[in-house]
Structure formats: C-alpha cells, structure tokens
C-alpha cells in the first residue's frame, strides 16, 4: 500500500526557510511525478509545485516561483520543497502527493492518485 509522509514543517519568521520532505513507500515504481499543494483556512487547494516522474520536470505557481524549489533524491523515494523568503501568506498546511498513472507533473489536485496527510507551515513573526 502507497503512503506518503510530509514532514518538516514549522513556525519561521517572515524571510526565513523551511525544508520540506515527502516520504514515499508501499510502491516498486518509480517512475511517478510529486506534486507539492497547501490549503489555508477558508481557501482551497492550491498546487504550489510539481516534479514529473521521468525527466524531473518541473513548474510551480507563480506566487511561489524563484522562492521554491522542489527536488528528489537519486532513489525517488524522498521528494522535498525548499522554502526560502518566507511570508505570511505562505501560511498553510502542505501536502504531497503522487501520480503513478501518468508520471506527468501537475499542479491540479485531481491529477494524483495519493495523499499525505499534511504538515503546518505557519509564517509568523
């Protein structure tokens, strides 16, 4: 059985970092994408960044572009997002998720097949 993991998240000052990471398990495949998404209170899900499964493309939204940057380890077990210049709004629980249909990076929620359950990331000074 597929399970994701997130875990890294925090409390930072506003202009501070964060590493993120996605620990993947249950599955024999790696050829699959990662998508990185969060979810403030009252808003909906938001796809933040996203890693295909077979040349490491990759996009983001562009509120997070040049600030984050999503990557993999070599064995395609852990995908982590580096969170620099942190603000408020980046305030949100994170979830991974992957796509072991397609392998294709996107940034829709639809898109994945499964979910971890989220960590708090929380922006505050």
């Known amino acids: 059985q597929v399970q994701l993991v997130e875990s890294g998240g925090g409390l930072v000052q506003p202009g501070g970092s964060l590493r993120l990471a996605c620990a993947t398990s249950g599955s024999t495949l790696n050829y699959y994408a990662v998508g990185w998404f969060r979810q403030a209170p009252g808003k909906e899900r938001e796809g933040v960044a996203c890693i295909s499964g077979s040349d490491g493309t990759t996009d983001y939204v562009d509120s997070v572009r040049g600030r984050f940057t999503i990557s993999r380890d070599n064995a395609k077990t852990t995908t982590y997002l580096r969170m620099n210049t942190l603000q408020p709004e980046d305030t949100a629980v994170y979830y991974c998720?992957?796509?072991?249909?397609?392998?294709?990076?996107?940034?829709?929620?639809?898109?994945?097949?499964?979910w971890g359950r989220g960590t708090q990331v929380t922006v505050s000074s």
């Open positions: 998720a992957a796509d072991f249909s397609t392998g294709w990076c996107s940034l829709r929620p639809r898109h994945y097949n499964y």
